[in-house]
């Protein structure tokens, strides 16, 4: 027996694949289906094997399916009823509130929440709550992209064209991406840029599946690809390649940044990089030899405490080259998470209102409070970013109690053992997940939310392309959605404005209170992105077609220029010593998906746990061999993992993925001082046989 077919996208990563979904039954249990969406344009019909058995969460034992609250005898997390869990939770809450102030309570969200989602979230801390303290998972992401593209371009949309143009690049250089494990289906535009002539080039301290592909492989040290990317503005520059016609027509600061690299001659990139003067020399040759130059950023060149400018940096040489608004050719970031675009634009983020607009812009503030209902001046102000907002939980002047939607804290964080001792210092920390997450497991109260084929909702992928995932399947009993959640605290806690729980609804509110700012949604609907298979922002009135490709006439400053940076390489924040001597990075596998908490409990998905990638050099000089246990520890804590010794990997570096609980015990939580963006790519480590 068999059920409608529905057209939606997979849980996961930014490409938001298309897939059908088709519900049936075997052997009296109801079963899910996932079958290709062949003619949907981001992946044709492919996906990966994360998307291929994304049903296997569906019915499955790990799903939780009622609240929880903990025992305060026992210390049980114990079933109650959702009445129960929400009352007792706004009891709390309003406790907290008139004893600490409205500032005791925080809100976490994620960018894996619908637009829906995070924008009720924003909406609900600062209406219902009066809360300044909310901030979100995307701030580990792509925040430094966004810093930089915000900064650069007066806009951030990660990628400003389709991700298809990759195909028609002459030159592709992925700075920092493991495309082909990351976004699987995605490679195949790298696939057909070589076949249609094209060069594409990968910057990874590993030889990784991607570059396997590539046809110019960079390895530098962890935390230098500043020093590569002022290195090739130099070279570009002394060989007299300046686009100076684009640069002068499109372009502020030029002179400056032009001064700042002159001393960045190859052997001094050499030293810091460890990427030959040669090297660096054939790849600017290569730059600029090409008119179809794409330079696109990934977490390996962002998530530094230097990131924001290093991603600076490399706009800077695509504007040199006139890059940027040239067809199939520019700058973009491969954002990463499901909603990773859309949850950065509606008002999750600590100084952020919806459409991207600012909580310290009066005129933002009026806007807003209209389509709300409430008062301008009742809306606080900015709050703390991520980490320093997790840093601050329990103490003095800190929030009392947390409420966490769409992540696994406990796993992603950096700098884990004192998060979690942050966590467990709460008066209240309230979970709402699909699964009995690490994070779940330490909170007071647990509510069972829905996951994506069991409710509606728009996600904005890595294009900027605004797609939406419709319900196939109802959600099992005792399961209720993120807006339930919100609008039943809302309602208990006397908010003064009602909060829908109809996505469409709340979809349309959110085009009004996005009109007008930067990533406009005010003429999207429903119908609109299923006849138009997704719909581009900006896209402000219903008969605006969206905006595949921006900045092909100018960029979103007032004046349309490009504002060009002069930045300084500083090196990592944990500089490597003797008891520390080798770089420890961090990233992820192609079976599993972030902290693991959905793909862990997928039976098909391998589940290896954690292990240290190392090169042989390293594992003779350590003793070791592969599949040996180790020892890896930095200054804040060591854990064990079996050694996978392999000879694509920098002798003096090694790799341990983050989906598996530990590793975030040894990154460093030093931030970027303008994304607020940690380390996670690079600390000091020593590795020692266990
Ligand atoms: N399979 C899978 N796919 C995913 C996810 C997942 O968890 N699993 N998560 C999604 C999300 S949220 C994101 S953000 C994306 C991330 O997508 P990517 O950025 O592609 O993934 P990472 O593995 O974090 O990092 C990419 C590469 O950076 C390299 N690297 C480490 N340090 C440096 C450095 O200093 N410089 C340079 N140039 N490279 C460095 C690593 O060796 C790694 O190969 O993936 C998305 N897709
Ligand atoms: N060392 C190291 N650490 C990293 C990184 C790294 O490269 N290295 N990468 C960082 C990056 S880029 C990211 S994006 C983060 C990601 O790390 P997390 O923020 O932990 O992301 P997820 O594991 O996706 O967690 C999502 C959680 O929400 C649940 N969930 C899924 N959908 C919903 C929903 O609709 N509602 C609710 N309420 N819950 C839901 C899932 O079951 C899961 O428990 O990790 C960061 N941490
Ligand atoms: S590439 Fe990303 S969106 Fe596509 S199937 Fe895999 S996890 Fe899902
Ligand atoms: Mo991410």
């Given at each position: 027996?068999t059920?409608?077919?529905t057209?939606?996208h997979?849980?996961y990563?930014?490409?938001?694949?298309g897939?059908?979904?088709?519900p049936?039954?075997?052997?009296?249990?109801?079963?899910?289906?996932?079958?290709?969406?062949?003619?949907?344009?981001?992946?044709?019909?492919g996906l990966?094997?994360?998307?291929?058995?994304?049903?296997g969460?569906?019915?499955s034992?790990?799903?939780?399916?009622?609240?929880?609250?903990?025992?305060?005898?026992?210390?049980?997390?114990?079933?109650?009823?959702?009445?129960?869990?929400?009352?007792?939770?706004?009891?709390?809450?309003?406790?907290?509130?008139?004893?600490h102030?409205?500032?005791?309570?925080?809100?976490f969200g994620?960018?894996?929440?619908?637009?829906e989602?995070?924008?009720?979230?924003?909406?609900?801390?600062?209406?219902?709550?009066?809360?300044?303290?909310i901030?979100?998972?995307?701030?580990?992401?792509m925040?430094?992209?966004?810093?930089?593209?915000?900064?650069?371009?007066?806009?951030?949309?990660?990628?400003?064209f389709?991700?298809?143009?990759?195909?028609?690049?002459?030159?592709?250089?992925?700075?920092?991406?493991?495309?082909?494990?990351?976004?699987?289906?995605?490679?195949?535009?790298?696939?057909?840029?070589?076949?249609?002539?094209?060069?594409?080039?990968?910057?990874?301290?590993?030889?990784?599946?991607?570059?396997?592909?590539?046809?110019?492989?960079?390895?530098p040290?962890?935390?230098t690809?500043l020093?590569?990317?002022?290195?090739?503005?130099?070279?570009?520059?002394?060989?007299?390649?300046?686009?100076?016609?684009?640069?002068?027509?499109?372009?502020?600061?030029?002179?400056?940044?032009?001064?700042?690299?002159?001393?960045?001659?190859?052997?001094r990139?050499?030293?810091?990089?460890?990427?030959?003067?040669?090297?660096?020399?054939?790849?600017?040759?290569?730059?600029?030899?090409?008119?179809?130059?794409?330079?696109?950023?990934?977490r390996?060149?962002?998530?530094?405490?230097?990131?924001?400018?290093?991603?600076?940096?490399?706009?800077?040489?695509?504007l040199?080259?006139?890059?940027?608004?040239?067809?199939?050719?520019?700058?973009?970031?491969?954002?990463?998470?499901?909603?990773?675009?859309?949850?950065?634009?509606?008002?999750?983020?600590?100084?952020?209102?919806?459409?991207?607009?600012m909580?310290v812009?009066?005129?933002?503030?009026?806007?807003?409070?209209?389509?709300?209902?409430?008062?301008?001046?009742?809306?606080?102000g900015?709050?703390?970013?991520?980490y320093?907002?997790?840093?601050?939980?329990?103490?003095?002047?800190?929030?009392?109690?947390?409420?966490?939607?769409?992540?696994?804290i406990?796993?992603?964080?950096?700098?884990?053992?004192?998060?979690?001792?942050?966590?467990?210092s709460?008066?209240?920390?309230?979970v709402?997940d699909i699964?009995m997450?690490?994070?779940?497991?330490?909170?007071?109260?647990?509510?069972?939310?829905t996951?994506?084929?069991?409710?509606?909702?728009?996600?904005?992928?890595?294009?900027?392309?605004?797609?939406?995932?419709?319900?196939?399947?109802?959600?099992?009993?005792?399961?209720?959605?993120?807006l339930?959640?919100?609008?039943?605290?809302?309602?208990?806690?006397?908010?003064?404005?009602?909060?829908?729980?109809?996505?469409?609804?709340?979809?349309?509110?959110?085009?009004?209170?996005?009109?007008?700012?930067?990533?406009?949604?005010?003429?999207?609907?429903?119908?609109?992105?299923?006849?138009?298979?997704?719909?581009?922002?900006?896209?402000?009135?219903?008969?605006?077609?969206?905006?595949?490709?921006?900045?092909?006439e100018?960029?979103?400053?007032?004046?349309?220029?490009?504002?060009?940076?002069?930045?300084?390489?500083?090196?990592t924040?944990e500089p490597?010593d003797?008891?520390?001597?080798?770089?420890l990075?961090?990233g992820?596998?192609?079976?599993?998906?972030?902290?693991?908490?959905?793909?862990?409990?997928?039976?098909?998905?391998?589940?290896?746990?954690?292990?240290?990638?190392?090169?042989?050099?390293?594992?003779?000089?350590?003793?070791?061999?592969?599949?040996?246990?180790?020892?890896v520890?930095?200054?804040?804590?060591?854990?064990?993992?079996?050694a996978?010794?392999?000879?694509?990997?920098?002798?003096?570096?090694?790799?341990?993925?983050?989906?598996?609980?530990?590793?975030?015990?040894?990154t460093?939580?030093?931030?970027?001082?303008?994304?607020r963006?940690?380390?996670?790519?690079?600390?000091?480590?020593?590795?020692?046989?266990?």
């Amino acid at each position: 027996m068999t059920g409608t077919q529905t057209r939606t996208h997979c849980p996961y990563c930014s490409l938001q694949c298309g897939m059908t979904l088709q519900p049936g039954r075997a052997e009296g249990r109801a079963t899910l289906e996932v079958l290709p969406w062949e003619d949907f344009p981001v992946n044709e019909g492919g996906l990966c094997r994360k998307g291929w058995t994304s049903a296997g969460l569906r019915g499955s034992r790990e799903r939780l399916t009622s609240p929880l609250v903990r025992d305060r005898e026992t210390g049980a997390l114990t079933a109650v009823t959702w009445e129960e869990a929400l009352d007792h939770v706004a009891d709390r809450l309003r406790t907290i509130q008139d004893e600490h102030g409205k500032d005791a309570v925080a809100v976490f969200g994620g960018g894996g929440l619908t637009n829906e989602k995070a924008y009720q979230l924003g909406k609900f801390a600062r209406v219902a709550l009066g809360t300044s303290q909310i901030d979100y998972n995307g701030r580990w992401c792509m925040s430094s992209a966004a810093s930089a593209g915000t900064r650069t371009f007066g806009v951030d949309r990660g990628l400003p064209f389709p991700l298809s143009d990759v195909a028609q690049a002459e030159v592709v250089v992925l700075v920092g991406s493991n495309m082909a494990e990351t976004m699987p289906p995605a490679a195949r535009y790298l696939d057909r840029c070589r076949e249609n002539g094209g060069k594409v080039v990968v910057i990874d301290p590993r030889v990784t599946a991607t570059a396997e592909r590539a046809d110019v492989v960079v390895q530098p040290v962890p935390g230098t690809d500043l020093a590569l990317a002022l290195g090739l503005l130099h070279l570009v520059i002394a060989g007299g390649h300046v686009d100076t016609a684009y640069v002068e027509a499109r372009t502020n600061g030029f002179a400056a940044v032009a001064d700042s690299v002159a001393a960045w001659w190859p052997e001094r990139v050499e030293r810091v990089t460890g990427v030959a003067a040669e090297e660096l020399r054939a790849l600017a040759d290569l730059l600029v030899s090409h008119r179809k130059v794409m330079v696109l950023t990934a977490r390996g060149a962002e998530q530094h405490a230097t990131g924001s400018d290093t991603v600076l940096a490399w706009i800077d040489l695509a504007l040199a080259l006139g890059l940027p608004g040239r067809e199939h050719a520019g700058y973009g970031c491969l954002t990463g998470q499901g909603n990773g675009q859309g949850g950065r634009e509606h008002g999750q983020k600590n100084d952020q209102l919806p459409g991207y607009r600012m909580l310290v812009d009066p005129a933002a503030r009026a806007h807003v409070a209209g389509v709300w209902g409430v008062d301008p001046d009742s809306l606080p102000g900015p709050g703390r970013s991520a980490y320093e907002l997790l840093d601050a939980l329990g103490t003095d002047d800190g929030p009392k109690a947390l409420l966490v939607h769409g992540s696994n804290i406990v796993v992603s964080a950096p700098n884990a053992t004192h998060v979690e001792q942050r966590l467990a210092s709460l008066d209240l920390l309230v979970v709402c997940d699909i699964v009995m997450s690490e994070t779940a497991a330490m909170a007071d109260v647990v509510l069972p939310v829905t996951q994506w084929a069991e409710e509606t909702g728009t996600m904005t992928n890595l294009e900027g392309r605004v797609i939406l995932r419709r319900q196939a399947v109802a959600p099992p009993r005792g399961v209720h959605s993120d807006l339930d959640v919100v609008a039943g605290l809302a309602e208990r806690l006397k908010a003064p404005i009602a909060f829908s729980t109809d996505p469409e609804e709340v979809f349309e509110e959110l085009g009004r209170a996005s009109a007008g700012g930067k990533a406009d949604y005010a003429g999207i609907t429903y119908e609109r992105i299923e006849a138009e298979k997704g719909v581009f922002w900006p896209c402000p009135d219903a008969t605006h077609p969206g905006t595949p490709r921006m900045f092909t006439e100018a960029f979103a400053h007032p004046d349309g220029r490009a504002k060009m940076h002069v930045v300084e390489h500083r090196g990592t924040a944990e500089p490597i010593d003797e008891a520390f001597p080798l770089h420890l990075t961090t990233g992820r596998v192609l079976a599993q998906y972030q902290s693991g908490a959905q793909t862990r409990r997928i039976r098909e998905l391998p589940d290896t746990g954690a292990f240290v990638e190392m090169h042989p050099l390293l594992a003779r000089r350590l003793g070791t061999a592969d599949g040996e246990q180790v020892t890896v520890s930095t200054r804040r804590g060591s854990v064990q993992a079996p050694a996978r010794v392999v000879t694509t990997i920098r002798p003096d570096t090694v790799f341990v993925p983050f989906h598996w609980l530990g590793v975030n015990r040894l990154t460093n939580d030093a931030l970027d001082p303008a994304s607020r963006m940690p380390e996670f790519k690079v600390c000091a480590a020593s590795v020692e046989v266990s």
